[in-house]
């Protein structure tokens, strides 16, 4: 099965028309070996310089969320303002560089064990994922 084929099985399953510009979007986010950090800004205009053509932010935030909903993509709040996503769907930790607001995988095997004394009824933990923030120490 060729990449293409398998791009419009992501957008169909996601719920989504496989247009070319949604294609283009797909290709960008999982045509590469390394995990891909970014904000729907970020990608839209990594977007129109890689592709030499605006593609709506609408588009672009309904084809991310779509993916979201799916499990293709996995979200990260960084505040209320301040969201990533991130192509590796797989638990694991973040270092932020609030210098430069890039998003750096972090290895399980670089964090000690987490423990969670506290307990909310009714609820468990479905996972722990850390976020250290980080700065230039100048």
């Keep these: ?43 839209s205009k990594i977007l129109k310089h ?17 993916f979201k909903k799916k499990g293709y993509l996995k979200e990260i709040a960084i505040n209320s303002d301040k969201t990533y996503f991130d192509t590796n ?6 270092f932020l560089d609030v ?3 890039e998003l750096i995988d972090l290895d399980d095997k670089d964090v000690k064990k987490v423990s969670i004394i506290k ?8 996972s722990i994922e850390v976020l250290v923030k980080i700065e230039n120490n100048n």
Excluded: W
């Design 1 to 43: 099965m060729d990449n293409n084929s398998i791009f419009i099985e992501k957008l169909r399953s996601s719920g989504l028309r496989p247009t070319k510009q949604r294609l283009k979007i797909c290709k960008l986010l999982f045509q590469r070996k390394e995990t891909f950090h970014f904000t729907v800004g970020d990608l």
């Design 50 to 66: 890689k592709f030499k053509e605006k593609i709506s932010l609408a588009t672009v935030y309904n084809t991310i969320h779509s």
């Design 89 to 94: 769907t797989s638990d694991h930790h973040h």
């Design 99 to 101: 210098t430069t607001n």
């Design 119 to 126: 307990k909310i009824p009714g609820k468990k933990i479905k």
